[in-house]
């Protein structure tokens, strides 16, 4: 589980955990992950931290191998990290482009890699015999927007990866899903700008926003399905986002 020190990825290991799930959370930030692998101890789950940076080849070697190392195999892959730095072309930094590229794509692609040979004895071997990877895009993976181009960019890049690497190993059941959530209450709208958070709290202002936790419930029905059943995609939105 990447991006578990907060949102949607807290969320999703948490109900993994729920489910039955030994998790592996990863971030950056010590804390944040000390204090849920602590709570979900505490209800009796098996969880391993890893502090590590998966936008790097060498982070995201450490946090497949952390979970083969401690559980033997490695079953199911949920990529949640991700980073929203939206706003107009002109204020923005290079550094911000490349901060999005890295963690919303480049750790997602790392990741995957070091992953899929120990899913696919996974979904050979293990009593599911399925192995899953689902990874968190968004709505702005579908439609594009002004001042959203970069962000928009990573995220088409992750619907469309996923959707090729489903092509590529949905005889060898491992399979691939993609969620693509509208608003999601978390902190990803904090990272903004002064300027962005006024418009999307304009634009946000009649809309009740998801939670985290109804994104890891569509997790949880994904890898929890029959090996029969591959959920390819997923668009989840608020009730009254347009």
């Not at 750790?107 to 009593?127: G, Q």
């Not at 691939?176 to 999307?200: A, K």
């Amino acid at each position: 589980m990447t991006g578990a020190s907060s949102g949607i990825g807290c969320a999703t290991a948490t109900r993994l955990a729920a489910d039955g799930a030994a998790v592996v959370i990863t971030g950056r930030r010590r804390v944040r992950l000390d204090s849920l692998a602590a709570e979900l101890r505490g209800q009796g789950a098996a969880v391993t931290t890893r502090v590590v940076d998966i936008s790097t080849v060498e982070g995201a070697a450490e946090a497949v191998a952390a979970a083969v190392a401690e559980y033997g195999r490695l079953d199911i892959l949920v990529n949640a990290a991700g980073v929203m730095l939206n706003g107009p072309t002109a204020d923005a930094t290079i550094s911000e482009w490349d901060r999005m590229v890295d963690v919303n794509l480049k750790a997602l692609m790392y990741v995957t890699k070091d992953a899929v040979p120990h899913l696919l004895t996974s979904a050979e071997s293990s009593t599911r015999r399925v192995a899953d990877v689902v990874n968190i895009s968004s709505i702005a993976g579908r439609v594009a927007a002004a001042h959203v181009a970069i962000y928009n960019a990573t995220k088409f890049g992750v619907t469309a990866a996923t959707e090729a690497w489903r092509q590529e190993y949905a005889r060898d059941h491992l399979r691939f899903s993609v969620i693509e959530p509208g608003g999601v209450d978390t902190e990803l709208f904090g990272h903004q700008s002064e300027n962005t958070r006024r418009h999307y709290e304009e634009m946000f202002a009649n809309v009740e926003k998801l939670h985290a936790e109804d994104i890891a419930n569509a997790v949880s029905y994904i890898v929890g399905s029959p090996r029969r059943v591959a959920v390819n995609e997923v668009v989840i939105r608020p009730t009254t986002q347009r």
